[in-house]
């Protein structure tokens, strides 16, 4: 396999120290949001500060590795310079690429600023070859991040159907509705993953400890209970469990990973041009180590494609810091639907 | 204020979803959205079907829209989306940028901009009416402060139609949790949708209704109910309500919302009445910038 053909390595940064880690561990894109709600990772305790974008596109542009700003949540009316002023200072700064979701957003950084190169954020919803087309046909963009809902055949079919590069997510927390067409957040807390950059978020989570057990609730909704010999999860929404006709169980998805390993060639061969690892909110450790798997992967295809296979290696660093300590194919493999 | 009866979301068998239809002919409501928003695998109706009973309702004086679907996964998808921008009879709902792109390109310009496209502030929803939309359902999760504001930055605004009634549609999946529920895979779901006029309902572990499961849709559990809210409904100057069709009495809903815009019942009162009608408690706290499950009462 031609190096042409093994897809970027794209990693997640929510911090600067997150940043360097990724990209001494081999990162080809690192990406970071600001710290407000123009990116869906709006977290206390996160994201960057302009001087600290300076240093790490610096440190990032000195290892070669490019660094792209997701400013993908929606601006609302009243906030809407908040985005165009983050787009403003993206293109002052020397980003290598900016992640959109919101059309209006795009045209304005088409219109002022022709030069920055264009994605469309997963939080775009677009899941089909003439939706991606569309948004290059008016605002130019030049890669679409899945969202992930297609399987393998489709994500193929939509590569062959057009001129932007496409971008799937490899590994991490698995998102299992369709990004920027989900409203749970919003109806359980009032923010929103589209509108607040937050899903589930901490200032409405409550741990207690009762006589049925560890109880977790998302703004009072009892969203899950453990039992003494089960580890208590965060209560993201989809990932509790619930009764539905009598049974109760993970009537959403459990908790669980997102793990393309063994799927690389095959995303490779089909054209994908980047592999995007989930995780802007969790620590500079993690990111190397995931960071360091995934570059090994990426660069065994590279070296040695015929012999490419899953090391045990691999997976044993990357179970220790997957959701559950498990691992799914999502929607790639066709019978998770 | 006009009354539009949204795309009905559930799968109801062929007989029990005509039958529907022909009782909403003789109805107060304007506008009626027909069509599958929600998953390809349903085909009771299929789209010549529909188009059957878009003309029975033109003829009962109704406008009539055709939804298209939600989430496009496969080329069939696209197929039966380009038969939908095609015809040039009824006029379209686009329920993703795909069906934008389809309609823009075919130069139509009455076509409606759905609930899901995500239109947030006025340059986005400028760019929609550049392409050609008239009208703009805002998305359910929206205030009623945001959408004013959004219309009020806008040069000439579309009419505004607001969902008032109705389970919320909060959110779409590449998994069926129907079919998840009965232990069956998507591709081979026996069409399990079809025995439940509302979706499954899901409750958290201490037996509240949270949810409900409808195939690859997940709706609330409570129906939004903006009833009592009309006079600010009103004042937002939202031109249509949207009412979700449901399994419950949604003839006598229609007609308290028409009692009601009419003003020959008060808000509040036509509410009150419609509790009797529902087979869940209300929410409106998205209307009022609040969580969505709320049901929340100015004091």
Known sequence: MSSANVPELVCPAGSLPALKKAVDAGADCVYVGLRNATNARNFTGLNFSDAQLREGIAHAHRAGSKVLLALNTYPQTHNAAEWTAAVDAAAELGMDALILADPGLMQYARDTHPQLRLHLSVQGSATSYEAINFYHRHFGIQRAVLPRVLSLPQVEHVIAHTPVEIEVFGFGGLCVMVEGRCALSAYATGESPNCNGACSPGSHVRWEQTERGMETRLNGILIDRFGDDERAGYPTLCKGRFEVQDETYYAIEEPTSLNTLELLPTLAAAGVRAIKIEGRQRSPAYVEQVTRVWRAALDRLRTDPEHYAVQPGWMATLNKVSEGQSHTLGAYYRPWK | ?299
């Not at chain 2, 529907?20 to 009771?44: K, M, N, Q, W």
């Not at chain 2, 406008?63 to 040039?88: F, H, M, N, P, Y």
Request: hydrophobic share 45%; charged share 20%; proline share 5%.
């Open chain 2, 1 to 299: 204020m006009k009354l539009a009866l949204g795309p009905h979301q559930y799968y109801w068998p062929r007989q029990a979803m005509l039958a529907f239809y022909a009782s909403i002919a003789d109805t107060p409501v304007d506008i009626v959205y027909l069509g599958e928003s929600v998953c390809s695998r349903r085909h009771e109706l299929r789209l010549d079907d529909w188009l059957d009973v878009a003309a029975m309702l033109t003829a009962a004086g109704k406008e009539v829209v055709l939804s298209s679907l939600v989430l496009i996964e496969s080329e069939s998808d696209l197929k039966t989306l380009r038969r939908l921008v095609g015809q040039a009879e009824f006029c379209v709902e686009a329920n993703d940028m795909a069906a934008v792109s389809l309609l823009d390109a075919a130069g139509r310009d009455d076509w409606v901009a759905g609930p899901t496209l995500n239109i947030f502030n006025p340059q986005t929803l400028a760019l929609m009416q550049s392409m050609g939309a008239r009208r703009w359902v805002m998305p359910p999760e929206m205030s009623r402060e945001a959408a004013v504001a959004l219309r009020a930055g806008c040069a000439t605004p579309p009419e505004l139609e607001v969902t008032a009634y109705g389970r919320l549609p909060l959110a779409y999946s590449a998994r069926c949790f129907t079919a998840r529920h009965f232990n069956l895979q998507k591709d081979t779901c026996e069409f399990r949708c079809l025995g439940h006029t509302d979706g499954l309902r899901l409750r958290t572990r201490e037996g509240n209704p949270f949810l409900t499961l409808n195939g690859i849709q997940t709706q609330s559990a409570r129906i939004h109910n903006l009833l009592a809210d009309l006079p600010s409904l009103q004042a937002a100057d939202a031109q249509v309500l949207r009412l979700l069709p449901q399994g419950d009495d949604m003839i006598g809903i229609i007609d308290l919302f028409h009692q009601a815009v009419q003003g020959t019942l008060s808000g509040p009162t036509a509410f009150e009445r419609s509790r009797a009608l529902m087979t869940d408690e209300a929410c409106n706290g998205f209307w009022h910038g609040r969580a969505g499950v709320e049901q929340y009462v100015r004091t």
